[in-house]
Nanobody, 122 residues
Framework: QVHLVESGGRLVQAGDSLTLSCLAS????????MGWFRQAPGKEREFVAAISWAGHTKTFADSVKGRFTISRDNDKNTVHLEMNNLKPEDTAVYYC???????????????WGQGTQVSVSS
């Protein structure tokens, strides 16, 4: 069982930056790809970003390319989502996720966190 806990979500203004963090309980020998999804009011959960275990492969949804970046620190079992130039349409609950690969994480996750709310005002 992999336990994921997100943090960092809050209310910000359009154009602001915000970094979300996720702490994973899995041991370092488990080489999970990690990623982020989000779910806005009235919409289905959608893929945001993913990163491979070694950090060499990163993939992003088209809506956040050039604005968001993803990183991880395997020594600390953490993954981060740096969000820049936030827009009101970025408002959503953001979920940390773990899966077998970045390709898998574009579709689904094996483990989910509880989510953290990000609200962007105009």
């Amino acid at each position: 069982q992999v336990h994921l806990v997100e943090s960092g979500g809050r209310l910000v203004q359009a154009g602001d930056s915000l970094t979300l963090s996720c702490l994973a309980s899995h041991p370092t020998r488990d080489k999970w790809a990690m990623g982020w999804f989000r779910q806005a009011p009235g919409k289905e959960r959608e893929f945001v970003a993913a990163i491979s275990w070694a950090g060499h492969t990163k993939t992003f949804a088209d809506s956040v390319k050039g604005r968001f970046t993803i990183s991880r620190d395997n020594d600390k079992n953490t993954v981060h989502l740096e969000m820049n130039n936030l827009k009101p349409e970025d408002t959503a609950v953001y979920y940390c996720a773990a899966g077998d690969s970045t390709a898998v994480l574009r579709q689904r996750a094996d483990y989910w966190g509880q989510g953290t709310q990000v609200s962007v005002s105009s």
